[in-house]
């Protein structure tokens, strides 16, 4: 059962930066076609933030579009968000999602990690 697992979520002031990384355990992240990084404030509902494809082709949302970098390092099986100029409403617990070709929702989901930005 492929499981996705972040780290480097934590607490820092606005203008920071963070680097999150999905790690992809008992599987290769090349089996998926999409991965993705979504997060949930408190109070919120779950957003997407930003994708990337097997092609390397990135998209983002608009509240994160030059701030933030996704990534994907095929040979180490993770999935990178460098998230800069953090601003206090980008705190929220962000999750990576898996999504296999064909399937039209992301199935695979891992645990989040927090990210707390303070003035």
């Known amino acids: 059962q492929v499981q996705l697992a972040e780290s480097g979520g934590g607490s820092l002031q606005s203008g920071g930066s963070l680097t999150l990384d999905c790690a992809v355990l008992?599987?290769?992240?090349?089996?998926?076609?999409?991965m993705a990084w979504f997060r949930q404030a408190p109070g919120k509902e779950r957003e997407w933030v930003a994708a990337?494809?097997?092609?390397?082709?990135?998209t983002y949302a608009y509240s994160v579009k030059d701030r933030f970098t996704i990534s994907q390092d095929n040979a180490k099986s993770t999935l990178t968000l460098q998230t800069d100029s953090l601003k206090i409403e980008d705190t929220a617990v962000y999750y990576c999602?898996?999504?296999?070709?064909?399937?039209?929702?992301?199935?695979?989901w891992g645990q989040g990690t927090q990210v707390t930005v303070s003035s």
């Open positions: 008992s599987g290769d992240i090349t089996h998926f076609y999409f």
């Open positions: 990337i494809d097997s092609d390397g082709s990135s």
């Open positions: 999602a898996g999504r296999k070709c064909g399937v039209p929702k992301y199935e695979y």
